[in-house]
T-cell receptor, first 111, second 114 residues
Protein backbone atom coordinates (compact mmCIF):
# COMPACT_ATOMS: atom_id res chain seq x y z
CA UNK A 1 0.00 0.00 0.00
CA UNK A 2 0.91 3.63 -0.15
CA UNK A 3 0.52 6.46 2.36
CA UNK A 4 1.61 10.08 2.25
CA UNK A 5 1.62 12.41 5.23
CA UNK A 6 1.53 16.19 5.18
CA UNK A 7 0.89 18.87 7.78
CA UNK A 8 -2.80 19.74 7.80
CA UNK A 9 -2.40 23.49 7.84
CA UNK A 10 0.27 26.13 7.34
CA UNK A 11 -0.12 29.89 7.75
CA UNK A 12 2.27 32.51 6.37
CA UNK A 13 2.30 36.19 5.49
CA UNK A 14 2.31 37.69 2.04
CA UNK A 15 5.81 37.93 0.60
CA UNK A 16 7.21 35.20 2.84
CA UNK A 17 8.59 31.76 1.98
CA UNK A 18 6.81 28.60 3.10
CA UNK A 19 7.78 24.93 2.94
CA UNK A 20 5.22 22.13 2.82
CA UNK A 21 6.61 18.72 3.72
CA UNK A 22 5.54 15.29 2.54
CA UNK A 23 6.70 11.91 3.79
CA UNK A 24 5.65 8.79 1.99
CA UNK A 25 5.58 5.04 2.26
CA UNK A 26 5.10 3.26 -1.00
CA UNK A 27 5.50 -0.18 -2.49
CA UNK A 28 6.45 1.29 -5.86
CA UNK A 29 7.71 4.72 -6.76
CA UNK A 30 7.68 6.58 -10.03
CA UNK A 31 8.07 10.12 -8.81
CA UNK A 32 6.58 12.64 -6.42
CA UNK A 33 4.24 15.30 -7.77
CA UNK A 34 2.62 18.36 -6.26
CA UNK A 35 -0.86 19.64 -7.00
CA UNK A 36 -2.66 22.81 -5.96
CA UNK A 37 -6.39 22.90 -5.30
CA UNK A 38 -8.43 25.99 -4.61
CA UNK A 39 -11.71 25.55 -2.75
CA UNK A 40 -14.19 23.71 -4.95
CA UNK A 41 -11.73 23.57 -7.82
CA UNK A 42 -9.81 20.99 -9.75
CA UNK A 43 -6.34 19.85 -8.68
CA UNK A 44 -3.74 21.61 -10.82
CA UNK A 45 -0.28 20.16 -11.46
CA UNK A 46 2.59 22.23 -10.06
CA UNK A 47 5.77 20.18 -10.08
CA UNK A 48 7.29 16.72 -10.34
CA UNK A 49 10.49 15.08 -9.06
CA UNK A 50 11.65 11.73 -10.36
CA UNK A 51 15.20 12.03 -9.03
CA UNK A 52 16.74 13.45 -5.86
CA UNK A 53 17.27 17.16 -5.74
CA UNK A 54 15.54 20.43 -6.34
CA UNK A 55 13.31 21.34 -9.27
CA UNK A 56 12.49 25.01 -9.74
CA UNK A 57 9.49 26.39 -11.59
CA UNK A 58 9.13 30.12 -11.09
CA UNK A 59 8.12 30.90 -7.49
CA UNK A 60 7.61 27.20 -6.76
CA UNK A 61 10.35 24.65 -6.11
CA UNK A 62 10.07 21.00 -5.17
CA UNK A 63 12.63 18.78 -3.52
CA UNK A 64 12.94 15.01 -3.27
CA UNK A 65 15.08 12.66 -1.21
CA UNK A 66 14.27 9.09 -2.18
CA UNK A 67 16.51 7.63 0.52
CA UNK A 68 14.49 9.50 3.16
CA UNK A 69 11.11 9.00 1.42
CA UNK A 70 10.65 12.72 1.82
CA UNK A 71 9.91 15.72 -0.30
CA UNK A 72 8.82 19.29 0.06
CA UNK A 73 7.24 22.09 -1.89
CA UNK A 74 8.74 25.53 -1.42
CA UNK A 75 6.67 28.58 -2.25
CA UNK A 76 8.47 31.91 -2.45
CA UNK A 77 7.17 35.49 -2.54
CA UNK A 78 3.82 34.33 -1.28
CA UNK A 79 0.74 36.00 -2.72
CA UNK A 80 -2.83 35.97 -1.43
CA UNK A 81 -3.84 33.87 -4.42
CA UNK A 82 -1.55 31.08 -3.17
CA UNK A 83 -4.07 30.38 -0.41
CA UNK A 84 -5.20 26.87 -1.36
CA UNK A 85 -4.72 23.22 -0.51
CA UNK A 86 -1.52 21.54 -1.65
CA UNK A 87 -1.26 17.81 -2.19
CA UNK A 88 1.76 15.64 -2.77
CA UNK A 89 1.12 12.56 -4.89
CA UNK A 90 3.05 9.42 -5.73
CA UNK A 91 2.68 7.52 -8.96
CA UNK A 92 2.74 3.82 -8.22
CA UNK A 93 3.88 0.73 -10.02
CA UNK A 94 0.49 -0.71 -10.92
CA UNK A 95 0.85 0.07 -14.61
CA UNK A 96 -2.09 2.43 -14.73
CA UNK A 97 -0.41 5.69 -13.70
CA UNK A 98 -2.44 5.79 -10.52
CA UNK A 99 -1.69 8.84 -8.39
CA UNK A 100 -1.98 8.34 -4.64
CA UNK A 101 -2.53 11.68 -3.02
CA UNK A 102 -1.37 12.87 0.37
CA UNK A 103 -3.61 14.15 3.12
CA UNK A 104 -3.27 17.72 1.86
CA UNK A 105 -1.99 20.93 3.44
CA UNK A 106 -4.19 23.98 3.62
CA UNK A 107 -2.07 27.08 3.13
CA UNK A 108 -3.43 30.39 4.42
CA UNK A 109 -1.64 33.52 3.28
CA UNK A 110 -2.28 36.56 5.43
CA UNK A 111 -1.51 40.24 4.92
CA UNK B 1 -5.41 26.36 -23.79
CA UNK B 2 -6.86 22.86 -24.01
CA UNK B 3 -8.74 21.64 -20.97
CA UNK B 4 -10.70 18.70 -19.65
CA UNK B 5 -14.43 19.35 -19.48
CA UNK B 6 -17.04 17.55 -17.40
CA UNK B 7 -20.83 17.47 -17.36
CA UNK B 8 -22.96 17.95 -15.40
CA UNK B 9 -21.34 20.21 -12.82
CA UNK B 10 -23.78 18.99 -10.18
CA UNK B 11 -25.94 15.87 -10.13
CA UNK B 12 -28.53 15.06 -7.50
CA UNK B 13 -29.96 11.56 -7.47
CA UNK B 14 -31.90 9.19 -5.29
CA UNK B 15 -30.21 6.22 -3.66
CA UNK B 16 -30.37 3.19 -5.94
CA UNK B 17 -30.54 5.20 -9.15
CA UNK B 18 -28.01 4.99 -11.96
CA UNK B 19 -25.91 7.99 -12.87
CA UNK B 20 -23.57 8.67 -15.77
CA UNK B 21 -20.87 11.28 -15.41
CA UNK B 22 -19.38 12.60 -18.61
CA UNK B 23 -15.95 13.88 -19.48
CA UNK B 24 -14.18 15.14 -22.56
CA UNK B 25 -10.42 14.66 -22.09
CA UNK B 26 -7.82 16.79 -23.84
CA UNK B 27 -7.81 15.71 -27.46
CA UNK B 28 -4.23 14.45 -27.87
CA UNK B 29 -4.12 12.66 -24.52
CA UNK B 30 -4.21 8.88 -24.48
CA UNK B 31 -4.60 8.11 -20.77
CA UNK B 32 -7.79 8.83 -18.88
CA UNK B 33 -8.64 8.66 -15.20
CA UNK B 34 -11.43 9.05 -12.71
CA UNK B 35 -10.79 10.24 -9.17
CA UNK B 36 -13.16 11.22 -6.43
CA UNK B 37 -12.95 13.50 -3.42
CA UNK B 38 -15.31 13.30 -0.50
CA UNK B 39 -15.84 16.73 1.03
CA UNK B 40 -12.86 17.78 3.12
CA UNK B 41 -10.82 14.69 2.28
CA UNK B 42 -8.03 13.81 -0.10
CA UNK B 43 -8.37 12.92 -3.75
CA UNK B 44 -8.78 9.16 -4.29
CA UNK B 45 -8.01 7.20 -7.44
CA UNK B 46 -10.83 5.17 -8.95
CA UNK B 47 -9.71 3.90 -12.34
CA UNK B 48 -7.38 4.49 -15.26
CA UNK B 49 -8.13 3.73 -18.89
CA UNK B 50 -5.89 3.31 -21.91
CA UNK B 51 -6.38 1.90 -25.37
CA UNK B 52 -10.05 1.22 -24.71
CA UNK B 53 -9.56 -0.84 -21.62
CA UNK B 54 -9.09 -0.43 -17.88
CA UNK B 55 -5.39 -0.41 -17.00
CA UNK B 56 -5.74 -0.10 -13.23
CA UNK B 57 -8.56 0.20 -10.71
CA UNK B 58 -8.82 0.74 -6.98
CA UNK B 59 -10.73 -1.24 -4.41
CA UNK B 60 -13.38 1.48 -4.49
CA UNK B 61 -14.10 0.67 -8.13
CA UNK B 62 -16.34 -2.32 -7.55
CA UNK B 63 -18.99 -3.91 -9.78
CA UNK B 64 -21.25 -0.90 -9.34
CA UNK B 65 -18.83 1.20 -11.37
CA UNK B 66 -18.00 1.07 -15.05
CA UNK B 67 -16.21 3.26 -17.54
CA UNK B 68 -16.59 3.64 -21.25
CA UNK B 69 -15.21 5.60 -24.14
CA UNK B 70 -18.30 5.54 -26.37
CA UNK B 71 -16.76 7.64 -29.14
CA UNK B 72 -13.56 9.47 -29.98
CA UNK B 73 -14.05 12.29 -27.51
CA UNK B 74 -16.16 11.26 -24.51
CA UNK B 75 -15.17 9.26 -21.44
CA UNK B 76 -17.91 8.26 -19.03
CA UNK B 77 -18.21 6.90 -15.50
CA UNK B 78 -21.38 5.00 -14.68
CA UNK B 79 -22.53 4.15 -11.18
CA UNK B 80 -25.28 1.53 -11.48
CA UNK B 81 -26.99 1.77 -8.13
CA UNK B 82 -25.88 4.77 -6.13
CA UNK B 83 -25.36 4.68 -2.39
CA UNK B 84 -25.29 7.54 0.08
CA UNK B 85 -21.53 7.10 0.45
CA UNK B 86 -21.04 7.73 -3.28
CA UNK B 87 -21.73 11.41 -2.61
CA UNK B 88 -18.49 13.16 -3.60
CA UNK B 89 -16.82 15.33 -6.20
CA UNK B 90 -15.81 13.20 -9.17
CA UNK B 91 -12.87 14.39 -11.22
CA UNK B 92 -11.92 13.19 -14.66
CA UNK B 93 -8.29 13.60 -15.69
CA UNK B 94 -6.13 12.88 -18.71
CA UNK B 95 -2.43 12.75 -19.48
CA UNK B 96 -0.12 12.52 -22.43
CA UNK B 97 2.08 9.62 -23.41
CA UNK B 98 5.23 9.82 -21.27
CA UNK B 99 3.97 12.56 -18.92
CA UNK B 100 2.03 10.36 -16.55
CA UNK B 101 2.69 12.43 -13.44
CA UNK B 102 1.23 15.57 -15.01
CA UNK B 103 -2.44 14.76 -15.06
CA UNK B 104 -4.88 17.43 -16.18
CA UNK B 105 -8.05 17.48 -14.12
CA UNK B 106 -11.50 18.62 -15.15
CA UNK B 107 -13.61 20.92 -12.96
CA UNK B 108 -15.48 17.97 -11.45
CA UNK B 109 -19.03 16.79 -11.04
CA UNK B 110 -20.49 17.11 -7.58
CA UNK B 111 -22.67 14.04 -7.01
CA UNK B 112 -25.21 14.20 -4.22
CA UNK B 113 -27.06 10.98 -3.37
CA UNK B 114 -30.20 11.43 -1.29
Amino acid sequence: GQSLEQPSEVTAVEGAIVQINCTYQTSGFYGLSWYQQHDGGAPTFLSYNALDGLEETGRFSSFLSRSDSYGYLLLQELQMKDSASYFCAVRGAGGGNKLTFGTGTQLKVEL
Amino acid sequence: EPEVTQTPSHQVTQMGQEVILRCVPISNHLYFYWYRQILGQKVEFLVSFYNNEISEKSEIFDDQFSVERPDGSNFTLKIRSTKLEDSAMYFCASSQQGAYNEQFFGPGTRLTVL
